[in-house]
């Protein structure tokens, strides 16, 4: 069985989808569509940087969902795939849970972008810069990790943002606490814990005020139950009704991204092919050790699409 995953915030690199563009057109309508949906040409931004600005939330989350789209679109129309036919499942790890549900269409490709906008915008400014911070645990199991947290937090926030698995989990919270667990991660042989070069303190309470945000936001958006299961990050478990969908998309904003346990599931249920479509290779590599009985790929260029099997 397949499933088919996508990446998040942190695989975008300048230059991703340009192959894709050069080679196919239906590469090239996924760009020009999100364009028009944002009124900003932000494929431009996408081929030929500069990495700053496409780094800028507001624009690398509609973007990697584009590069993921248009990966899609190309392996429908040159390798025949077919989603509900060929695809058991799919999860995006935090962003790309839009992207899941924008391939199976749930949201139109224009609503996806806009509201990816919307997302990022929201995201940066519910926090006044400095004032929050993540970190990462590496060689910290989940258990391990909630309870450094909840020690640091002294009275802040300091949560558990994201549940990566093979041991990696991310925290986030007011910055001072943070670094206390930090500090904490380290006194307790934590193989490594580093504070992270982000622009605010995503996945946490503190970003209350952007789930607010994305809930006005989704209210106004017309969802459809998607053509094949996707797996919520808050939940781990798929869904399909369009209210529960538009309740997990809110939920996802201050809530842990478990993507461990995710991954687990769908590979419980019978999946033993991941193909990680769009940017990068970030997610591949976790499945790779979350199920290590599995299979996981990496599709993002015309090479990767003519190595896809077709069914």
Same mark, same amino acid.
């Given at each position: 069985m397949r499933a088919l995953i996508f990446p998040g915030q942190g695989s975008q690199a300048v230059g991703m989808g340009k192959a894709l563009a050069a080679a196919f057109p239906q590469a090239r309508a996924v760009f020009a569509e999100v364009d028009d949906a944002l009124s900003q040409p932000l494929a431009r931004l996408m081929f030929d940087g500069p990495l700053d600005a496409l780094t800028l939330t507001v624009n690398a989350q509609p973007a990697l969902m584009a590069a993921s789209l248009a990966v899609l679109r190309v392996l429908e129309a040159e390798r025949g795939l077919d989603l509900a036919r060929d695809v058991a499942c799919m999860a995006g790890h935090s962003l790309g849970e839009y992207a899941a549900l924008a391939a199976a269409g749930s949201? +139109?490709?224009?609503?996806?972008?806009?509201?990816?906008?919307?997302?990022?915008?929201?995201?940066?400014?519910?926090?006044?810069? !400095?004032? !929050? $911070?993540?970190?990462?645990?590496? !060689?910290?199991?989940?258990?391990?990790?909630?309870?450094?947290?909840?020690?640091?937090?002294a009275g802040a926030v300091c949560d558990v943002a994201n549940d990566n698995g093979a041991g990696q989990v991310v925290l986030s919270g007011d910055r001072d606490a943070v670094a206390r667990?930090?500090?904490?991660?380290?006194?307790? !042989?934590?193989?490594?814990?580093?504070?992270?070069?982000?622009?605010?303190?995503?996945?946490?309470?503190?970003?209350?005020?952007?789930?607010?945000?994305?809930? +006005? $936001?989704?209210?106004?958006v017309a969802l459809k139950a998607p053509v094949v299961p996707v797996y919520a990050n808050v939940r781990a478990a798929p869904a399909t009704d369009p209210q529960a969908i538009r309740e997990n998309l809110v939920a996802q904003v201050t809530g842990t991204v478990r993507w461990r346990e995710s991954v687990s599931a769908m590979a419980t249920a019978g999946v033993d092919a991941f193909f990680e479509v769009g940017a990068g290779k970030v997610l591949s590599g976790l499945v790779k050790r979350i199920a290590p009985g599995a299979s996981a790929t990496s599709v993002g260029t015309p090479d990767d699409v003519a190595a896809f099997p077709a069914r």
């Open positions: 949201l +139109t490709l224009a609503d996806t972008a806009r509201l990816l906008r919307i997302r990022g915008a929201a995201m940066q400014a519910a926090v006044a810069p !400095g004032a !929050g $911070a993540m970190a990462a645990l590496i !060689g910290a199991e989940i258990e391990a990790a909630r309870a450094i947290a909840s020690e640091a937090a667990a930090v500090a904490l991660a380290q006194a307790r !042989g934590i193989k490594r814990a580093v504070m992270l070069n982000v622009s605010a303190p995503f996945h946490c309470r503190l970003m209350r005020p952007a789930a607010d945000a994305m809930g +006005t $936001a989704l209210a106004a």
